[in-house]
């Protein structure tokens, strides 16, 4: 038995294995008794895994055609229900608000130009540059359908009230006094039931021929500008997506899953074979993309539909300015916006082609967000707990917050001078690795008189700048450690603390005492080294030092002398003298001889 992983699977093992083999066993009745005979009598037949199966056997893939219950299930004509979802679901009626289909037609134009001029169109500049020559092609073409309004400014500029893109009408339109958005709604909505209700009786793929209509004007009315509307190419194709999706959601949603099937490519499908679909003007897209139906206004049975702006202008300006490119036909608020961006941030008006941090939705086409500014209501954490806004969010329940510690006043020299305070919670000097000032003297003590100078008493310590040299350790600190009051007793080092713990250290040998082992000299020879040298040597009186300091310590024992490892123990230097030596032994002998 192959494993089935889903749902879907064991829905389809079901349908196409089990089910036909129980109908088939219903069907025959001496089978069905001979298998019921069996039952009885035998045991059933022991348990296997599917697992344990050496039939290895995969379900089939999604299937990529529907079946013929499922197209019968979509071939069923769009229910009064079904129509009422496709108007307030799925936003047919925004797709015909200008607002809407000029931000759709920017988003094609924007890619159009990048695919042109990137250089151009790079940094905080080249995006407001977007912004402009977008709203200039559109501005061109629907100047050729006839919908252009000229009450328009330029979406996101921000400069005047008729850039305010979300209050733009139709030039049919009547421009009402206040926003009174039911009846807009209540308009669209009854637009798009037109629309449908001209699609009723048609079946699934088919499609009914539009009647050529001529462009808008000056003088067009109401009905014939929404007439336009409703039977151009780009909202036909939605119109007829969108049945498609009502269509394949009859199926349920397992059911759906196991089928490998698209209804926009479905309906592209429809629009080829019909020859209604258009593949020109691929700027922008890459290989293989499918395209959009955005930007098709004429069908081909009517008049040429305006072709989208020539990009030559764009793509052979060297300069990355669109003022310096030829051949475009700029008017004179598009010269002076671009100029306007060119200039420094100071110079032009406040949120010049900025979107404000507060407002809903995204950024238009050439927008930039606004960067925040701080508020001068704004506190900054000073380093205490208690002073950090989110502190109470993060301090515990059963834990109290900490008691307020009260400043301490540093006492000064000069009480005019205004006292400084030390900030709450903040560690002492001496924890912070100094000693603390000694405290000064109660105001009633008596001060101490220092003794009078003595002739015979040896002179006083002149205090030198820097380290004294051969100065015994810690002389020079114990008068100041016995008069500083005794700092806070810390505990110790976790390095003393094991050092503590290990045994006490061993006793340093002795010195190695002098060998006195003689070397071996000529008697005459140490008899006349001896004599050499003076008979007493008189040591010198240690130098004082200046200032009448005392005298300093002795040099202690140093190390032990090298021995020579081929002669005596110790080795002894010769001094040289001045009177002459007798001649050794061997001279004797050799002149005896």
């Given at each position: 038995?192959?494993?089935?992983?889903?749902?879907?699977?064991i829905?389809?093992?079901?349908?196409?294995?089990a089910?036909p083999?129980?109908e088939?066993?219903?069907?025959?009745?001496?089978?069905?008794?001979?298998?019921?005979?069996?039952?009885?009598r035998?045991?059933?037949p022991?348990?296997v895994?599917s697992?344990e199966?050496?039939?290895?056997?995969?379900s089939?893939p999604?299937?990529?055609r529907?079946?013929?219950?499922?197209?019968?299930?979509?071939e069923?004509?769009i229910t009064?229900e079904?129509?009422?979802l496709?108007v307030?679901?799925y936003g047919?009626g925004?797709?015909?608000?200008?607002?809407?289909?000029?931000l759709?037609e920017a988003?094609?134009?924007?890619?159009?130009?990048?695919h042109?001029?990137?250089?151009?169109?790079?940094?905080k500049?080249g995006?407001?540059?977007?912004g402009v020559?977008?709203?200039?092609n559109?501005?061109?073409?629907w100047e050729?359908?006839?919908?252009?309004?000229?009450?328009w400014?330029?979406?996101?500029r921000?400069?005047?009230?008729?850039d305010a893109?979300f209050?733009?009408?139709?030039?049919?339109?009547?421009?009402?006094?206040?926003d009174?958005?039911?009846?807009?709604?209540?308009e669209v909505?009854?637009?798009v039931?037109?629309?449908?209700?001209?699609?009723?009786?048609l079946r699934?793929g088919?499609?009914?021929?539009v009647i050529p209509?001529?462009h808008?004007?000056p003088?067009?009315?109401?009905?014939?500008g929404?007439?336009?509307?409703?039977?151009?190419?780009?909202f036909?194709?939605?119109?007829?997506?969108?049945?498609?999706k009502?269509?394949f959601?009859?199926?349920?949603?397992d059911?759906?899953?196991r089928?490998?099937?698209n209804p926009?490519?479905?309906?592209?499908?429809?629009?080829?074979e019909r020859?209604?679909?258009?593949e020109?003007?691929?700027?922008?897209?890459?290989?293989?993309?499918?395209t959009?139906?955005?930007g098709?206004?004429k069908w081909r049975?009517?008049?040429p539909?305006?072709e989208?702006?020539?990009?030559?202008p764009?793509?052979?300006?060297v300069?990355?300015n669109p003022?310096?490119?030829?051949g475009?036909?700029?008017t004179p608020?598009e010269?002076?916006?671009?100029e306007?961006?060119e200039r420094?941030?100071?110079?032009?008006?406040?949120?010049?082609w900025?979107k404000?941090?507060?407002?809903?939705?995204?950024?238009l086409?050439?927008?930039?967000?606004?960067?925040?500014?701080p508020?001068?209501?704004?506190?900054f954490w000073t380093?205490?707990p208690s002073?950090n806004?989110?502190?109470?969010?993060?301090?515990?329940?059963?834990?109290?917050p900490p008691?307020a510690?009260?400043?301490?006043?540093?006492?000064?020299e000069?009480?005019?001078?205004?006292k400084?305070t030390?900030?709450?919670?903040?560690p002492p000097?001496a924890?912070?690795?100094?000693?603390?000032?000694?405290?000064?003297?109660?105001?009633?003590?008596?001060?101490e008189?220092?003794?009078?100078?003595?002739d015979?008493?040896?002179p006083?310590k002149?205090?030198?700048?820097?380290r004294p040299r051969?100065?015994?350790?810690?002389?020079?600190?114990a008068?100041?450690?016995?008069a500083a009051p005794?700092?806070?007793?810390n505990?110790?080092?976790?390095?003393?603390?094991i050092?503590?713990?290990k045994?006490?250290?061993e006793?340093?040998?002795?010195?190695?005492?002098a060998?006195n082992?003689?070397?071996?000299?000529?008697k005459q020879?140490?008899?006349?080294?001896?004599?050499?040298?003076?008979?007493?040597?008189t040591k010198a009186k240690?130098r004082?030092?200046r200032g009448?300091?005392?005298?300093?310590?002795?040099r202690?024992?140093g190390?032990?002398?090298?021995q020579?490892?081929?002669g005596?123990s110790?080795?002894?230097?010769r001094?040289?003298?001045t009177?002459?030596?007798?001649?050794p032994k061997?001279a004797k002998r050799k002149?005896a001889?």
């Open positions: 038995m192959p494993p089935y992983f889903d749902q879907a699977q829905h389809a093992a079901l349908r196409n294995q089910i083999t129980l088939a066993l219903a069907a025959n009745e001496d089978v069905r008794n001979h298998l019921l005979r069996r039952f009885d035998s045991d059933p022991p348990y895994s697992t199966s050496s039939l290895h056997e995969m089939p999604r299937e990529s529907l079946p013929e219950d499922v197209l019968e299930i979509m069923r004509p009064d079904e129509r009422n496709m307030f679901s047919l925004s797709d015909l608000a200008p607002n809407y289909m000029y759709r988003k094609r134009e924007i890619r159009r130009l990048i042109a001029g990137r250089r151009m169109f790079s940094y500049k995006g407001r540059r977007e020559m977008a709203r200039h559109i501005k061109h073409r050729k359908l006839g919908i252009w309004n000229p009450a400014g330029f979406p996101g921000n400069v005047t009230p008729e893109i209050k733009w009408k139709w030039p049919w339109q009547q421009q009402n006094s206040g009174d958005f039911i009846s807009e709604d209540a909505q009854q637009l039931r037109r629309a449908l209700q001209l699609r009723q009786n699934r088919e499609h009914a021929p209509r001529s808008p004007g003088d067009t009315s109401a009905s014939e929404e007439s336009f509307l409703i039977s151009r190419p780009w036909l194709f939605l119109v007829e997506l969108t049945e498609e009502i269509r959601d009859r199926i349920d949603w059911e759906r899953r089928y490998n099937y926009r490519t479905q309906v592209i499908k429809w629009w080829k020859g209604d679909w258009r020109e003007n691929r700027e922008g897209w890459s290989e293989g993309e499918p959009d139906p955005w098709y206004w049975h009517e008049s539909s305006p989208p702006e020539d990009m030559t764009i793509a052979n300006n300069n990355g003022l310096d490119a030829e475009m036909d700029f608020s010269i002076d916006d671009l306007m961006i420094a941030t100071p110079e032009q008006p406040e949120m010049f900025t404000p941090i507060d407002e809903y939705g995204g950024t086409p050439g927008q930039m967000l606004e960067r925040p500014k508020s001068k209501d704004t506190t380093g205490e002073a806004p989110l502190f109470p969010l993060f301090r515990s329940v059963d834990r109290p008691p510690a009260e400043p301490e006043v540093v006492p000064e000069n009480d005019e001078a205004p400084r030390r900030r709450p919670g903040r000097r924890v912070r690795g100094r000693p603390p000032p000694p405290p000064p003297p109660p105001p009633g003590a008596e001060e008189v220092p003794p009078e100078e003595d015979s008493a040896p006083k002149i205090k030198r700048a820097g051969n100065a015994v350790p810690g002389a020079a600190s008068a100041a450690a016995a005794p700092p806070p007793q505990p110790p080092r976790r390095s003393a603390r050092a503590g713990m045994r006490a250290a006793q340093q040998s002795p010195l190695p005492a060998s082992k003689k070397a071996k000299t000529d020879s140490r008899a006349a080294a001896s004599a050499a040298q003076p008979a007493t040597r240690p004082a030092p009448g300091a005392a005298a300093q310590p002795k202690g024992p190390r032990p002398k090298k020579d490892p081929k005596p110790t080795v002894t230097k001094k040289p003298t009177d002459l030596a007798p001649p061997s002149r001889r």
